[in-house]
């Protein structure tokens, strides 16, 4: 099956500093990739959703200037955590989806831990 | 909004058991609704599908029924083995627009001990 790399799997930042995430898929071109955030116990929640190519899309409550993402490529997502603070620590999960493909495969996650 | 409720676990069962794990959802439409199964250290993975009414979607032993009347989607196994333990994920797609969107439940963590 297609799959979907993340990178790194764990970050630790200091308060004040930015983070990148990066979300790769392997083996296919992803047009669309999904950025989601799950705090402990609780669901997936979409973040934002981009298109290789063009600016992302984020859901209501979502800062874009926060939570930088960029598609530059089929095959590669970053978000960046600007100006990190520890409410910002999470975990944090890409998805990518092929054009025309109704399934995303997701990535392993990411867990930041803002101090 | 479109919303999922799954069941809260954990679950612990023994080997051979009986699995349900109950899900509802809120929707205008139809949405496709899905179960995606996280094991431990690795991504979500769709585990199957249903994308209308009275579908059964299958995998791996487990099935799951799209009850409109009841807006359910339940997913079941009949015998379990200790390699499905994992996070079980309940989720329906919603389109608007040209654009899509998975809406998850909370998740329901599931041990099964030999």
């Known amino acids: 099956g297609a799959v979907v790399s993340q990178h790194p799997s764990w970050v630790i930042c200091k308060s004040g500093t930015s983070v990148k995430i990066e979300c790769r898929s392997l083996?296919?071109?992803?047009?669309?990739m999904f950025w989601y955030r799950q705090f402990p116990k609780q669901s997936l929640m979409l973040m934002a959703t981009?298109?290789?190519?063009?600016?992302?899309?984020?859901e209501q409550g979502v800062e874009k200037d926060k939570f930088l993402i960029n598609h530059a490529s089929l095959t590669l997502s970053t978000l960046t955590v600007t100006s990190a603070h520890p409410e910002d620590s999470s975990f944090y999960i890409c998805s990518a989806k092929a054009g025309g493909a109704e399934t995303q495969y997701f990535g392993p996650g990411t867990r930041l831990l803002v101090l | 909004g479109d919303s999922v409720t799954q069941m809260e676990g954990p679950v612990t069962l023994s080997e051979e058991a009986f699995l349900t794990i109950n899900c509802t959802y809120t929707a205008t439409g139809y949405p496709s609704l899905f179960w995606y199964v996280q094991y431990p250290g690795e991504g979500l993975q769709l585990l199957l599908k249903a994308t209308k009414a009275d579908d059964k979607g299958s995998n791996k032993g487990f099935e799951a029924t799209y009850r409109k009347e009841t807006t359910s989607f339940h997913l079941e196994k009949g015998s379990v083995q200790v390699s499905d333990s994992a996070v079980y994920f309940c989720?329906?797609?919603?389109?608007?627009?040209?654009?899509?969107?998975?809406?998850f439940g909370k998740g329901t963590k599931l041990t099964v001990n030999p």
């Open positions: 981009s298109n290789e190519g063009s600016k992302a899309t984020y």
């Open positions: 989720a329906l797609r919603q389109t608007q627009g040209g654009s899509e969107k998975l809406v």
């Open positions: 083996d296919f071109q992803a047009t669309t």
